[in-house]
């Protein structure tokens, strides 16, 4: 047997010295010995999963591009530990191996050995006899490392990353595993991540994997191209969103048409990341603003981009809805090493998706079909003739790329930098304008015409069959950062960057009419197309950011940041704002646009404290000045004690905020909306709460929202592979910004505008209180056969608990406020299991679950008319009734870099329940205007769809 391994020793030698596919020339042991002195202070970047300690040694030593010596058969039957982050070789060895029985050790060659402790002394006489027994590493990687690679991805890929070293919640450089973090953490691997097919970006990816993250259907002006997201029900602004670790810019949109628990909001948009660049996704479920500053009042969204100098992954995939929309996905990522000391990553994304159209025939719209014209829904620009009215996910296309670049400088230094950049387009659809809109026909109370483009001689086909404006929305998204990181010679490790981001969303108003522009000459309509401005947001960070060991126990983080922050509004074209201005959005005048700036400073500290091998202890305190509002300060203490090797309790409290954003306090817009039972067009002010009209109404300029968080929960693991976590949590925010309800304006003269206002406010107390659990398992059916089961329940109750009154009224009215507590439902649930089959075949089967919530028009006790028994029709809130989606993916590797994957999602072409008028008459619903779904509901309405993926690695 020693003859036969001492055979396969000499063979894999000499065929790694005559040929090394990375391009790698090996030295001799003299020269080994002189590189590992050289070496011995130098850190390197580790991504090593938790698997078989044979894999793990092999990813080391092709991470550190160094020799080391391990008994090859012997590490087959053992575990390492999951290693990730920035290690010098030993460090990075000691993590790698703690707790289990192997040592590192470097021979009297000066080559680094894998021992067996139980054997220490039998494995030191084998290696001083036979020193060339133990196979090197990093030559059998250069031939073996591809294959395992390919059936590690297809099998174990789930279940490593359940035990990811986490980096967010903690600025030590001590790794830490998920469940010893003192707070819940979810880690998404970037397969977890590309196991759906038919998303539009990211956020439908998240949607789909955490259940207290919620991201409700794109409708709504600017609100349809910038998705509305929630964790733990909260608003978008109130998670803060990092790239890498650095704060990611914000949309430039002021979400006007979110749901009631987000409206307001002033948040990241995800969906400009390209998944394709993604490494892994970490979602801290805990208040984190101490720590991070400004919006982690929910928690904290890190996604880690990837850091390959070689290889990259092509993806292609089409995918059509069971109605025939048709989707078509591009991704492309390859690594390279420019010089030996560097790496880069690059990314790409192409997509383009149907819009779709889930909507019924408006009544007004099936008259005129009845009554035999022809032409009814012709404008539409998704080709849905007769609708009128398109409701469904909108038509986007999108180019997104990211760049992700290092140096190493020497001395344990790496200079680095980032960059993105994304096009996307969308088109919305907007309501119709019926052919007895005001705009062509004016009638009296009689119904005798008295106005309108008709009374004045107009006969175009917007005469007989009314017309329907729809909106573009393209959005330019760029991020560049750069910054220096390492150690010091004292051990402290330091982070310097600078990063400056950049959105911009221009609309372009369509298919309408400005009835202040008249008639031509001739008696035509003079415009239909109009640019009616847009939005731009920038910010711009500096930071400095340390952290220093203090001793074995103790480490201590610190830093400083500076950011500055400008909002911009964008004048549209002079016919869009002139008079009543285009239908369905007026553009955006030169009095409303601006630029508006403000600034901040922060400085922080964060002592993690292991007190004993059991019991860890973490502080943190943040100061922050900010040049529109003050100062705020804010703290957190978490812990975590192991009870048993298996079960541990951990908890955390801690103050947060939200700072108010320079477009919350400064935009202005009119905003056109139609009343559900009437179908009147009402058109809304939003002004600055600093405005004179404003102040006039009691408005002033808002502050800071304020937050108290605290969870409790625990961890345990049962066997070697069943691991469960649970988590109460409540969240406390003070004085959420809030947009006020309309409100009628008196001039100082007495006369009653026209036009309602509406301004942003610190309105309202909100409570949000619930809990998460996560059950993560695997099953070995046999060698070739194994289930990785993932089962994570979210609960999550929103209470209004306080509201301040401004000028003596109630500024979010008892139906907004029912709104917030009840559109999202109180319970989800993903329930996810996949199979390897092999190393060829695997299969993904996911249920996700939303519970019954309420539907946003209406009131859950309706309104009682004035005889003080009868229910107004139309009044009473429709309950939706809970749905589960199943979506499956089947994989097959066709080589060993080729895999196609054939995907379903909502595999069953299940819908939410329809909502009509109710045997009474009393239920609110939108059938009027074409739509018989809950228009915001966190559950879609889209339907199911499949998809056949084919990646090819490179």
Known sequence: MHLGYGKLLLSCVFVVLCYSPSGRVFATESDLNTAAEKEKAKTFNFDIPKQRADLSLISFAEQSNITLLFPFDEMKNRQANRLLGRYTIMDGMTVLLEKTDLKAEINQSGQLSILIKSKLKKEEQQMNKMPKRSIIATLLA?????????????????????????????????????????????????????????????????????????????????????????????????????VDGKRRHRSALVQFFAPAAGNGAHGVDIGMIPSIALKRVEVLRDGAASQYGSDAIAGVINFVTKDDSEGGLVELQYGQHYEGETSLKFGFNKGFAPTEESFMNFSLEYSDNDALSRGIIRADAQALLDAGVSGVGADSPFGDAPFTQTWGRPET??????????????????????????????RYRFFYRNTEHSILRQRDDNGDLIGGFVFD????????????????????????????????????????????????????????????????????????????????????????????????????????????????????????????????????????????????????????????????????????????????????????????DDIAIRGAISTGFHAPTPGQSNVRTTITTFDGVTGAQVEEGLIPATDPRAVATGGQAIKEEESTSISLGITSDFGESTTLTFDLYKISVDDRIYRTGDIQFVDPDGILEDQTISFYTNALDVEHTGFDLVLTTNFEWSEMTSTDISFAYGFNEIEVVGQRSIGGIQPVSDGTIEDIQNNYPNSRFTLAANTAFGDDWSLMLRANFYGSHYDERGTKG???????????????????????????????????????????????????GEIDSGPDGTIANRQSVGLQYPRRSAANYEGGSWYLRASYDL
């Not at 397969?191 to 409708?219: C, F, H, R």
Request: proline share 4%.
């Open 397 to 426: 296309d999108a180019l997104r790329t990211f760049t992700n670049m290092g140096l190493e400088l020497g001395g344990g230094h790496q200079l680095y930098a980032r960059m993105s950049y994304a096009e996307t387009s969308g």
């Open 142 to 242: 250069a031939i073996f490392a591809p294959t395992v690679a390919t059936a590690q991805d297809s099998s174990d890929a789930g279940a490593d990353e359940s035990e990811t070293v986490l980096i967010v919640g903690s600025r030590s450089q001590k790794t830490r595993t998920v469940a010893d973090s003192p707070v819940p953490v979810d880690i998404l691997n970037a397969d977890d991540l590309n196991s759906m097919g038919g998303t539009v970006d990211l956020t439908d990816n998240l949607k789909a994997l955490i259940p207290s993250y919620t991201a409700t259907p794109a409708t709504g002006d600017g609100s349809a191209f910038v998705r509305p997201t929630s964790l733990r029900g909260t608003a978008p602004d109130q998670t803060l969103v990092l």
């Open 457 to 644: 001689g107009f006969t175009g086909v917007q005469a007989d069959v009314g017309f329907t404006p729809f909106l573009d929305g393209d959005q330019t998204d760029f991020s560049f950062i750069t910054g220096i990181d390492g150690d010091t010679a004292g051990g402290t490790y330091f982070d310097i960057s600078m990063s400056y981001g950049r959105n911009v969303l221009d609309y372009f108003l369509n298919n309408t009419i400005n009835p202040g522009l008249g008639l031509t000459a001739s008696l035509e309509i003079p415009q239909m197309d109009f640019n009616v401005g847009g939005y731009a947001q920038r910010e711009i960070n500096l930071n400095a950011d340390f952290s220093t060991p203090i001793g074995d126990n103790l480490n201590l983080a610190y830093g400083a940041e500076w950011r500055e922050e400008v909002y911009t509004a964008k004048a549209g074209e002079e016919s869009s704002y002139l008079g009543a201005g285009s239908s369905g959005f007026k553009g955006i005048s030169p009095q409303d646009a601006g630029e508006f700036a403000r600034n901040n400073f922060a400085i922080y500290a964060d002592l993690e404290h292991d007190v004993t091998d059991d019991l860890f202890l973490q502080y943190a305190l943040r100061f922050e000045e900010f040049s529109d509002f003050g100062n705020t300060v804010n703290g957190k203490i978490a812990t975590r004690y192991h009870v048993t």
């Open 862 to 912: 309706g309104t009682i008319e004035s005889d003080g028994v009868t229910i107004k029709p139309g009044s009473v809130s429709s309950e939706i009734d809970s749905i589960i989606y199943l979506d499956a993916e089947l994989g097959y590797q066709v080589n060993e870099s080729l895999k196609m994957k054939l995907g379903f999602s909502n595999i069953f072409d299940e819908f939410i």
